[in-house]
Nanobody, 124 residues
Framework: QVQLVESGGGLVQAGGSLRLSCAAS???????????MTWYRQAPGKQRELVAS???????KYVDSVKGRFTISRDNAKNTVYLQMNSLKPEDTAVYYC???????????????WGQGTQVTVSS
């Protein structure tokens, strides 16, 4: 019913920047609203961790390791969330996933949907 499509990953040198995007789309009229949108990442051999989240009212939260370097934002008209990543470090290397808590028409509670993931590799 709802698809999240991520883009913007790639290979960058340490100190560089990348901007990730995640666009949500659904069958006609299925999406009533999108609540929290979140970026997660998972490095090889490690558990998935929450990187940043943004509410529908644009209240943001960040994991301590990215504060001051990453900025999450959203465009509600486009159902899109962004992650601007600056001053990248090799330890930021991971697959980055977006997630969205979507209120589907006709359902009582929001449902969580996930993107397919995009690889970010930071070379030293």
């Amino acid at each position: 019913q709802v698809q999240l499509v991520e883009s913007g990953g790639g290979l960058v040198q340490a100190g560089g920047s990348l901007r990730l995007s995640c666009a949500a789309s659904g069958t006609s009229g299925s999406i009533f609203s999108i609540n929290v949108m979140t970026w997660y990442r998972q490095a090889p051999g490690k558990q998935r961790e929450l990187v940043a989240s943004i509410s529908s009212g644009s209240v943001t939260k960040y994991v301590d390791s990215v504060k001051g370097r990453f900025t999450i934002s959203r465009d509600n008209a486009k159902n899109t969330v962004y992650l601007q990543m600056n001053s990248l470090k090799p330890e930021d290397t991971a697959v980055y996933y977006c997630a969205a808590d979507v209120q589907i028409l006709g359902r009582l509670v929001p449902s969580r949907f996930w993107g397919q993931g995009t690889q970010v590799t930071v070379s030293s």
